[in-house]
């Protein structure tokens, strides 16, 4: 029987399942430093370790509580443990990036309070660089000091026999999800069992898993497309994933075909940077020994997909057996457990060329490629199962025709149950109702895009939407512009944001510099690169351009740019900068 036909009411039955059938097959792969094994793990001993961590967080009392769940990112199959270990427990988890700093202690004590946790899963070696960094600056984060701990690797087995199952239902909270904070503070999505099970059911779907499937996942495990892609998919479709440890990608990026290639995996990908990063750092020799034949599902989302890059990846690695069939361009956040939308999977890519004057004015004309101002926007595909997308004036609230510019409104099985404590942000986004029709409710995603045949097509976000010249201008085509102009400019690494000046929306760019650039910068010519680009690409003249240190503009811990925080920064005038230019100069 198909799995999306199994009739599951929560996750712990699948893993319980999982562990009864196939006790000594192997679940879960785990590379620490990307290269060699550092553990593998069955689904019978991840069940008994479930179990364990499940006993503990009974005898403490917290059933029905929140824990915060914190891992380094080199203890995968610990984290994996402790997160099945609060749902067999009936806890919900809340998981959080691990602190390297000070800055991150804080925020990790931000994360406790917001969330309501009352106590903590993690490591013996974390947990100890955790209590000395307390220790040494008591005023710190003293919140994180009154709760319980538990360094679940020193648990011992045994104690797994004193778990009780707790009673569960496809509507009891699973986890908090936070989003990723890239357009403001992050919130925690509530995340119940059944949106897990809807949003599996979905993925399995249009991946086309089966049995033999074979996953290698870099992404982080704390946040959606690591935790419910990399995690969650491959026990919902019982077929073994490959993990990484996601430093490994930033430290050494090939290494992810690397594991793709070792493992002859069919399901991969992560963000468009990942895809842009390793096109351009391959080179020859890094090709020889790649074999990326078995790989028939490459997908990409979590940010802006570009046709040239898929097109410049597609070119770098056919050579080494890559087919640009296999690229799966798909739509998803938080709020939704993950995934929202994706195309057939057997069905070429759809990338369609519009007039960009006339997408300024939310209309979509579609033209050759060859066209002069022509934008490639590249097709993410339809709902599934049931869930519905609907365009709307964000203004009126009233659904727009097809090829109309709106904001993206999203209903489903896998939609949370809104943020956690915060009911004005819940009723605002999770409560939507079209004005002209009183359907609903409606996610507001705060997403902008089309539909055209059914097809959902993504031009931007609303907070970053800036009016230049009385047009709408999308930050990341600015940004694209703005890193290829220059080979001093880091790619994927600037912000385009506006700020008011004599009373008008002005724009902004700030953009790290290469680390074999910045120490001898030219800076008058990469002001000027930048200014004539823009002037050429986008008809609107900036107004203020910072050169920033490589590795200092401000990024979620998933990678995205946050070009709020960074146009805080701007403003403060605490950016990291090297070079700089304003026009004070009122037109």
Aim: overall charge negative; aromatic content about 10%; charged content about 20%.
């Amino acid at each position: 029987m198909a799995n999306s036909q199994i009739g599951y009411s929560n996750i712990v039955e699948i893993l319980r399942d999982r562990a009864l059938k196939t006790p000594q097959q192997i679940g879960y792969t785990f590379m620490a430093d990307g290269e060699n094994e550092s553990g593998q793990i069955t689904y019978e001993m991840l069940d008994r370790q479930a179990r364990a961590i499940a006993a503990r967080l009974q005898a403490l009392g917290a059933t029905g509580s929140h824990a915060l769940v914190v891992y380094p990112y080199h203890a995968g199959l610990e984290f994996i443990a402790a997160f099945f270990g609060c749902l067999y427990a009936g806890v919900v988890a809340v998981t959080e990036n691990p602190p390297r700093h000070s800055k991150a202690i804080d925020k990790l004590q931000d994360r406790l309070v917001s969330s309501q946790s009352t106590v903590a899963l993690t490591t013996k070696e974390l947990l100890g660089s955790i209590q000395k960094q307390l220790k040494q600056t008591p005023d710190l984060a003293p919140k994180l000091s009154e709760i319980n701990w538990i360094a679940a690797d020193d648990l011992p087995d045994a104690i797994a026999s004193d778990w009780v199952a707790p009673q569960l239902y496809p509507d009891t909270l699973a986890f908090l999800q936070y989003t990723s904070g890239s357009t403001g503070t992050p919130k925690g999505v509530m995340v119940t069992h059944d949106n897990i099970l809807h949003n599996s059911k979905i993925i399995y779907q249009c991946f086309e898993h089966h049995d033999n499937s074979q996953g290698v996942i870099w992404l982080p495990l704390y946040h959606d497309m690591g935790l419910i892609g990399g995690v969650v998919q491959p026990l919902f479709g019982g077929f073994p994933v490959t993990l990484m440890s996601p430093m490994a990608l930033i430290q050494k990026p090939l290494n992810w075909l690397k594991a793709i290639s070792r493992y002859k995996a069919n399901t991969s990908g992560g963000p468009n940077f990942a895809y842009d990063l390793v096109a351009r750092l391959a080179t020859p020799e890094h090709k020889k020994n790649l074999d990326l034949s078995s790989w028939d599902l490459a997908f990409s989302g979590a940010e802006p997909i570009r046709a040239e890059t898929l097109e410049r990846f597609a070119t770098a690695f056919e050579p080494c057996g890559f087919r640009r069939e296999a690229f799966y361009p798909c739509y998803g956040m938080a709020e939704t457990t993950l995934f929202v939308s994706g195309g057939d999977k057997k069905a070429p890519l759809i990338v369609q060329y519009v007039n960009e004057v006339e997408l300024e004015q939310n209309r979509v004309v579609t033209v050759k490629s060859s066209q002069e101002g022509a934008r490639a926007i590249v097709s993410c595909g339809r709902p599934w199962l049931g869930d519905k997308i609907v365009i709307v004036d964000p203004n009126s609230l009233t659904q727009c025709r097809d090829r109309t510019v709106g904001e993206i409104w999203v209903a489903g099985a896998g939609v949370g149950k809104g943020y956690w404590n915060q009911i004005e942000e819940t009723e605002n986004s999770f409560r939507a109702f079209v004005a002209d029709m009183g359907e609903g409710p409606f996610l507001r995603t705060g997403d902008l895009g089309y539909l055209d045949n059914g097809e959902l097509f993504i031009t931007g976000r609303i907070k970053d939407l800036m009016i230049l010249w009385g047009r709408n201008k999308y930050p990341h085509q600015i940004e694209e512009t703005v890193q290829k102009c220059h080979p001093a400019l880091r790619p994927n690494c600037g912000a385009a944001f506006s700020v008011e000046f004599t009373q008008e929306e002005r724009l902004v760019i700030v953009y790290e510099v290469e680390r074999s650039f910045w120490r001898h910068l030219n800076v008058e010519e990469i002001i000027g690169a930048i200014r004539q680009a823009v002037a050429q690409e986008h008809m609107v003249e900036v107004h203020a351009i910072q050169l920033i240190k490589p590795g200092s503009i401000p990024k979620t811990s998933s990678g995205k740019i946050q070009r709020r925080k960074c146009r805080t920064k701007f403003l403060e005038g605490s950016l990291d900068v090297v070079g700089e230019w304003h026009n004070h100069q009122p037109e």
